[in-house]
């Protein structure tokens, strides 16, 4: 039987605008709720899943330089780009800690530093190793590190022949002295206190072991050019303060 609201008393007519008024803000909320839902669903698709933050290009920086050839891999840097962007990587889940792991892994990279660049790139700076000797016919940098051949058209760089033991010492002597303009023709070395650096001209200096650098090149430059080395063949500045010219 239908009620009419004139036949329902006071109290009842309360308790059902109430129960009205609860149903409308039962339904706003689930609306509300409906469309929060809607719009964070419809927000993390266009971030993770649609082209607004897709990576489309990666970006390599630093293998220019002018004053060192560059040994980095650029093959295995061109396979990197062409990964990130052919799997459609979202440029918010992009992991630069996974991506700098796998650009310094590649062979020529000393250091490298990834950033995002919104919406749609990556910049990667790479830091190569930088050639500062030859070792038989390869190119090597002050950590050993094999970087490529030598080629006709490249600088003259200073030949290392030196045992094992010795080795890493003359590369830190090498990298130590490579500001002072030296002309370096060769390193020789048997021993770890037997390093000796010959000139283009075949004028040898002795620096002994890589102690005491700083009071050693003092000495070098005081002497080497001067009238002290005139028709003599032999700088030993082994021991700093007590140089010998013969």
Sequence with gaps: ???????????????????????????????????????????????????TFRVQKVNFFGLDDQQYPVFVDRAALDNINSRFQSKNYSLILLDTDKMQ????????????????????????????????????NKLA?????????????M????????????????????????????????????????ITVVQNSGFAIVFGSTKQLTLKLADIKQI????LTAGKTILDVSAPKSPIVR
């Excluded at 940098?141 to 006709?152: F, I, Q, R, Y």
């Excluded at 200073?158 to 002295?177: G, T």
């Excluded at 080497?224 to 009238?227: H, Q, R, V, W, Y």
Aim: proline content about 3%.
């Design 1 to 51: 039987m239908k009620v009419h609201r004139k036949n329902l008393s006071e109290i009842e007519l309360r308790a059902l605008e109430k129960r009205r008024l609860a149903i409308r803000m039962m339904l706003v909320r689930a609306l509300r709720y409906f469309l929060i839902c809607f719009s964070v669903t419809g927000g993390l698709y266009m971030c993770l899943f649609s082209s």
């Design 101 to 136: 792991k796998e650009v310094q892994n590649v062979q020529g990279v000393k250091s490298v530093v990834v950033m995002k660049k919104w919406p749609h790139e990556v910049a990667v700076v790479i830091e190569p190793r930088k050639t500062i000797c030859r070792i038989g």
């Design 141 to 153: 940098d002050k950590d050993g590190e094999l970087l490529g051949d030598v080629a006709p058209n």
């Design 155 to 194: 600088p003259a760089y200073p030949e290392v022949v030196a045992s094992n033991e010795a080795k890493q010492d003359v590369l830190l002597l090498l990298d130590a002295i490579s500001s002072e303009k030296l002309d370096i023709k060769a390193v020789t070395a048997n021993t770890r206190d037997d």
């Design 224 to 227: 080497l050019g001067s009238e």
